[in-house]
T-cell receptor, first 112, second 113 residues
């Protein structure tokens, strides 16, 4: 079945550092890929998405490129802020009904 | 614009008591609807999804059930709660059919004591 693997956290960074969260996937079809962010005590918010190979999703300084050859969708941000502290989930869907398969989530802690 | 509501925001219930969590979506028609559970420090588990009124599929066997009495209303229920039902319950919606993103509600924190 389809699956998503994310790097384990927590990832602790200083403000203005470069952030990378690795995400790789296994899928039988051609998935759409997503990154969601969850701030403490809140629901999930869509951060960015990519629907086909070589697409780059971007939002709020975050970027991720759909790499079919390496089945990856790594999340990057060039200069993190304390407000970026959250849990980040990589997810995919190959289902026309939109069911998502989530990774386990990566907690990111940014210190001043 | 579309909004999704969940209530209650927090709930503390004793073991063996019933449960009813409600989710409503505004600003869209015929959405797909989903219930997820997030146990403490863990990822999301899809519990139910619905593609229409009275069209509900269960992903994981458990003592929970779901109903969709109206197009934009999705209810999660239990007749008798277990300790293992504690968690953060999230409702989400998406456009019907297609590889589209899901939009999540604010969640309900359930503690079973």
């Amino acid at each position: 079945g389809d699956s998503v693997t994310q790097m384990e956290g927590p990832v602790t960074l200083s403000e203005e550092a470069f952030l990378t969260i690795n995400c790789t996937y296994t899928a039988t079809g051609y998935p759409s890929l997503f990154w969601y962010v969850q701030y403490p005590g809140e629901g999930l918010q869509l951060l960015l998405k990519a629907t086909k190979a070589d697409d780059k999703g971007s939002n709020k300084g975050f970027e991720a490129t759909y790499r079919k050859e390496t089945t990856s969708f790594h999340l990057e941000k060039g200069s993190v802020q304390v407000s970026d502290s959250a849990v980040y989930f990589c997810a995919l869907t190959t289902d026309s009904w939109g069911k998502l398969q989530f990774g386990a989530g990566t907690q990111v802690v940014v210190t001043p | 614009s579309q909004t999704i509501h969940q209530w209650p925001a927090t709930l503390v219930q004793p073991v063996g008591s019933p449960l009813s969590l409600e989710c409503t979506v505004e600003g869209t028609s015929n959405p797909n609807l989903y219930w997820y559970r997030q146990a403490a420090g863990r990822g999301l588990q899809l519990l139910f999804y619905s593609i229409g009124i009275d069209q509900i599929s269960s992903e994981v066997p458990q003592n929970l059930s779901a109903s969709r009495p109206q197009d934009r209303q999705f209810i999660l229920s239990s007749k008798k709660l277990l300790l293992s039902d504690s968690g953060f319950y999230l409702c989400a919606w998406s456009v019907r059919q297609g590889f589209y993103e899901q939009y999540f509600g604010p969640g309900t924190r359930l503690t079973v004591t």
